[in-house]
């Protein structure tokens, strides 16, 4: 195998679709490579995601010679020369090759170029703009190949240019340091990230949101994530501070119970102590309801899930927060005890497994059975009836839960 081929093994880019899409594009002397995460991946012995093409025709151009080839075209961002392609189930980005004529961001004014270096010059990052041809062929103007090896993340040309292009790169940075990075970062990028911290505070709270997660989704993030805290940025995005050691807890966590990383409750230990911490992440990065309520239940701020309460009150929480808030809330508080890898907090999380919580067998017709009126002492008598039922243990005899509901109308008084 050549150097300056892709490794025998990505087979990907020989997949047939993607082959007649390369073939398409590469016709009156002009040419279409793949360009960036799939040949980046590649390299890096990553699995391969999205594919990404770039190629010398301008987008309508190539949407017409695509719809030829009977591929379905969708004009995703014609203006700044992107359009998607799709056959057969396999979905393909494809860009015009572009140099920059006004920089600001994701909104920059372009001119389309026939210049393969033009157009990688405007890129990111080095490792980012490596170009494969369709027999495997790389193409890699800034060196990208050798950062890879060497675990450096380097902006292309002036890093703080770069910066200034589109603010995002500060935590985009980070994310690749986090994904490819070994050893000390770039001195020179992360000096112009702390000098363009300022320009986060223009990025929309959804973009934010957005790339810490995909930060966070990166199985051994931590130095990363240390880097990024030791800039001071990280903190002014979060408002707040940052907790890396909890952070690091639970991915040593999710490593030992073989779980896949879970960057929201990630963020969670990293970033929230109390509510009113829940509360502000959500509004600073603009946090579904489902997620801010997910987070903000996880918390435990009294702390009184964890292998201390006895077995009853394990299997007590397990009914009343469902298995799913019950593993979170486990994961929570065993990142924050500090036990570190502890048998007995493996025990708790592992209830579910051993212990399924039954569904209370009383109803609203049980009481007026028992000559309650309608009205609201029926919900009061429930709820006191579920929580009698849950200290005896869960019974099922339907004499022993009779009796509890007594106990319960009893306990309401008089009507």
Request: glycine share 10%; proline share 4%; charged share 30%.
């Amino acid at each position: 195998m050549s150097d300056d081929r892709l490794p025998e093994n990505a087979s990907w880019i020989f997949e047939p679709n993607l082959q007649d899409l390369l073939g398409t594009l590469s016709r009156d002397g002009a040419i279409a490579r793949v360009v960036g995460g799939a040949v980046r991946d590649t390299l890096s012995k990553m699995p391969v995601g999205d594919i990404d093409i770039a190629t010398e025709f301008a987008p309508d151009d190539a949407a017409g010679f695509l719809q030829g080839a009977g591929f379905k075209v969708i004009e995703t961002g014609k203006s700044h020369g992107t359009i998607t392609a799709l056959r057969d189930g396999r979905v393909f980005q494809v860009t015009t090759l572009r140099v920059d004529v006004r920089p600001h961001g994701r909104h920059a004014e372009v001119a389309f170029t026939r210049d393969w270096e033009g157009d990688a010059a405007r890129r990111d990052f080095t490792i980012n703009a490596i170009y494969a041809d369709a027999d495997g062929r790389i193409h890699d103007p800034f060196d990208g190949r050798a950062d890879l090896a060497a675990g450096q993340v380097r902006f292309i040309g002036d890093a703080d240019q770069r910066v200034r292009e589109d603010y995002l790169r500060i935590l985009r940075y980070f994310r690749f340091l986090a994904a490819f990075g070994s050893g000390k970062p770039d001195a020179g990028g992360l000096a112009a990230c702390i000098r363009g911290r300022a320009g986060v505070a223009d990025l929309s709270a959804e973009r934010l949101r957005a790339e810490l997660l995909k930060l966070l989704a990166v199985d051994d993030c931590l130095a990363a994530v240390e880097a990024f805290a030791h800039t001071g940025i990280l903190m002014d995005i979060l408002g707040g501070v940052v907790q890396p050691g909890t952070l690091a807890q639970l991915a040593e966590i999710e490593r030992h119970l073989v779980r896949d990383p879970d960057p929201l409750l990630r963020l969670g230990v990293l970033a929230i102590r109390t509510r009113e911490d829940a509360a502000r992440l959500a509004d600073r990065l603009r946090l579904s309801n489902d997620e801010h309520t997910r987070l903000a239940t996880a918390l435990d701020e009294a702390g009184h899930l964890s292998p201390v309460l006895a077995e009853a009150g394990w299997k007590e929480n397990l009914y009343r927060l469902g298995e799913d808030t019950f593993r979170d809330r486990v994961l929570f508080n065993w990142a924050r005890s500090g036990a570190g890898l502890d048998a007995a907090w493996r025990d708790l999380y592992e209830l579910p497994e051993r212990w399924t919580a039954p569904t209370l067998p009383l109803r609203g017709e049980d009481v007026l059975a028992r000559g309650i009126e309608a009205g609201p002492d029926v919900g009061r008598i429930l709820d006191r009836a579920e929580d009698l039922w849950i200290e005896a243990g869960f019974p099922g005899e339907d004499s022993v839960i009779l009796k509890l509901l007594d106990r319960a109308i009893a306990d309401a008084g008089p009507a």
